[in-house]
């Protein structure tokens, strides 16, 4: 069982599709979970569907929907960062890593879930999670959490193997489905199209949400 776990994301919604049930599982268990979010995704493309967002008001729509995600997760400690979105790739990953430095230092997390850096499609995702890996690593190795990574680039499997981790989350399946809802503005129009499918039972859909998956960060992998 683990002490307290750390997610840590840079957009409100990067937690929603591969780790939201693995973090509803680890609440109802008791375990403390705190969020830190490194963005508002104030540069999201989408504005709602139908559009009920604009480039003004977003960021507030945003950091609303991510504060009900939380509630549907059962978090209860979050914490934004403050960083821009979209430019992440060019912050000093030092002073990235700083900020995080300092969360990790007050919660003291067991277990820490972000983005294997490199393997995470967006250069924001692979920034961020190159600051998470640095600032856990100036801990010294007998103190330093276990760090769980989101793997997703068409390449990772051959580089990382398969996932080290494959979770069975369907026993919070439609609770995780609620906290993929609180990101309206993001995920409105996939839900859109789930629904139908979720109705029928679709057999890759529902594997899809159902199973997250994680590789162990074990260093850099040269690409
Ligand atoms: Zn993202």
Known sequence: MERHVLITFPHPDDEAFGVAGTVIQYTRAGVPVTYACGTLGEMGRNMGNPFFATRETLPEIRKKELQEACRVMGIKDLRLLGLHDKT?????????????????????????????????????????????????MRLPEDQRPKIYCKAFSQNCEAYLGSPDIVNDVSDVFDQKLEAIKAHRSQTEGSLKEWIPKLTNNDPDLVEWIGKETFWIYKGPVAV
């Open 88 to 136: 992440i790739e060019f912050e000093d990953e030092d002073e990235v890593a700083d900020k995080i430095y300092r969360i990790i230092e007050d919660v003291r997390p067991s277990l820490i879930i972000t983005f294997y850096p490199g393997f995470a499609v967006h250069p924001d995702h692979d920034a961020y999670g190159a600051a998470v890996i640095r600032a856990a």
